[in-house]
């Protein structure tokens, strides 16, 4: 009978001991997301291994016996100790020494036959392994679907994080994520995206997972670095989407674009009945004209104005002049007002809107990237003032601007609007009267603390006056444009010396440029015309 043939990879575990690394790395860069990972979970993947000669096996013991005797062993007493049969590592020289780092004993091996080798395979073989080429870790999405199958399967998150070394929120969040992303949103993310997603930018597309136009965009936009406003500007669609569909259902006739009303149309604002009193909108909604259009000068992307389509033909009376001039009326001095407003004559009927000549689906998507623009930048804000340490000459600027006192700091009244502006960049509540403001800076505040407080306060000041949407425009549609550009200019250009990244229409007014706002992904909206 034939000798039996050694099987050729069997597997078993080996104390860490009997393990020899293969010395390909000089450095086994032991990371504290392998060693925890090692510390939970002990070696997952098994190490490929093969026995040593026994002419290495000797140059082995060999040299641990002169170790031993350099540390001040008895030689006789290393003679009389076990020497099991030591193993060289063909792969996993980073699980090894993980392992003997947490004080694990013993790890899984394959052992690999001599008979199935030939000579230089270790080096080789350990070259291939760690060739980032023939690597491919997963993907951002599938490490997310995998903490959503592990949690599906009864693993929780507190034991999913401590194994998978994870905080608890990332997983909470990844769990969200790979519930939600649809196969062919993964799919899509994966080839696209790869290992360059985090959490919230999956939970992000997982909030239009069911519009795969929108994903396609936010793609887009991922790679040309403007996620954040640009998913902004999605919600914005969908707000409009949703409220078109009200107005749809209520039977009122919506018009998408100034250019499509007739030329008897005017704002019902801007319209008086027989006894010369000013229309309610809310009653106008029975006159055979009356129509909503999208209030492009709003803040909010799915405001609407109440217009009349044959105002004469209703009997309704147009106001002659609007009262004023000075600019002394209820409207704070320096915030933007309307040119029917400004203390000129209001414009003809015919004209419910600014007649600039601006193309209208110019004025859409220029309009919600600057609300996006708003919504990205005081986010940055707030994250900035709940830092421990303030930018250098953050607190200098601040104060410079309250000596200087320019419109947007002179402007500070303690009123609700710009309180309320202030409140979000603290992280305080909005509610808050201004007596329990006092109790925001706490008993004994901070130097960095102080910093903050102070940036805050004129920086919401600023905000409130560039948060008008017409900001990025260069046409001048309302009279004190030119001013506000300027103190956006201003405030803009010391954000980014403290770090900010600005946004492409903020660019344009940092440069005072006209800005082309990206049409390619607007011209699906033009809002649904």
């Not at 597997?11 to 001991?17: E, G, M, P, R, S």
């Not at 309320?420 to 305080?428: Q, S, T």
Request: proline share 5%.
């Amino acid at each position: 009978m034939s000798p039996t043939k050694p099987a050729e990879l069997h597997k078993t575990a080996l104390h860490v001991d009997q393990l020899i690394p293969n010395g390909a790395r000089a450095n086994l860069d032991l990371d504290e997301e392998l060693v925890e990972s090692v510390r939970n979970n002990g070696v997952k993947v098994p190490l490929a291994v093969r026995p040593l000669t026994s002419e290495e096996q000797a140059d082995v013991e060999a040299r641990r016996a002169r170790e031993w005797e350099e540390r001040g062993g008895d030689p006789q007493e290393y003679s009389r100790l076990p020497k099991p049969a030591l193993y060289k590592i063909l792969m996993g020289d980073r699980r090894h020494g993980a392992a003997m780092k947490v004080g694990r004993t013993k790890v899984a091996v394959y052992v690999v036959s001599d008979s199935a080798r030939a000579k230089g395979e270790d080096y080789l073989e350990a070259l291939i392994e760690n060739d980032e080429r023939f690597r491919k870790p997963l993907s951002d999405v599938d490490q997310a679907f995998a903490l959503f199958q592990a949690n599906e399967e009864g693993l929780e998150v507190e034991e999913l994080a401590r194994r998978a070394v994870r905080d608890e929120e990332h997983v909470h969040k990844a769990i969200l994520a790979g519930r939600s992303l649809g196969e062919s949103t993964r799919r899509k993310l994966t080839e696209e995206c790869g290992r360059q997603l985090s959490v919230d930018d999956l939970l992000i597309f997982a909030e239009f997972n069911d519009d795969q136009d929108a994903i396609a965009r936010l793609v887009r936009a991922h790679h040309l670095g403007g996620l954040e406003a640009k998913v902004y500007m999605e919600r914005e669609m969908r707000a409009r989407a949703l409220k078109r569909e009200v107005i749809q259902e209520a039977g009122i006739r919506l018009i998408e674009d100034p250019a499509d009303l007739p030329a008897g149309a005017a704002l019902v604002e801007d319209l008086y009945d027989a006894a010369e009193l000013q229309l309610d909108p809310e009653d106008h909604t029975k006159c055979p004209g009356h129509a909503v259009m999208w209030d492009e000068g709003s803040n909010q992307s799915d405001a609407v104005i109440a217009v009349c389509l044959d105002w004469e033909g209703n009997g309704h009376q147009r106001e002659p002049q609007v009262p004023g001039g000075n600019g002394d009326s209820t409207v704070a001095e320096g915030d933007s007002v309307p040119l029917a407003t400004a203390g000129r004559s209001a414009p003809p009927a015919s004209q419910p809107v600014e007649p600039t000549g601006l193309p209208h689906a110019v004025v859409v998507a220029g309009n919600r990237e600057w609300r996006a623009a708003i919504n990205k930048r005081r986010q940055w804000l707030s994250a900035l003032c709940a830092g421990k340490s303030a930018p250098k000459d953050l607190h200098i600027w601040a104060i410079t601007q309250q000596l200087v006192c320019p419109k947007p700091v002179a402007q500070w009244d303690g009123s609700k609007g710009r309180a309320e502006v202030v409140a979000e960049l603290l992280g305080r509540s909005s509610q808050s009267e201004a007596q329990e403001r006092a109790v925001w800076l706490g008993a004994k505040p901070s130097a960095s603390r102080l910093a903050f407080f102070s940036f805050a306060l004129v920086a919401g000041c600023f905000e409130k006056r560039i948060e008008v949407v017409q900001t990025w425009r260069t046409d001048e549609p309302l009279w004190n444009l030119p001013e506000i550009r300027h103190d956006a200019r201003t405030y803009l250009e010391a954000l980014v010396t403290f770090g900010y990244e600005p946004t492409a229409v903020e660019r344009a007014v940092i440069q005072n440029v006209t800005y082309e706002p990206d049409m390619g992904d607007d011209a699906a909206d033009t809002d649904a015309a």
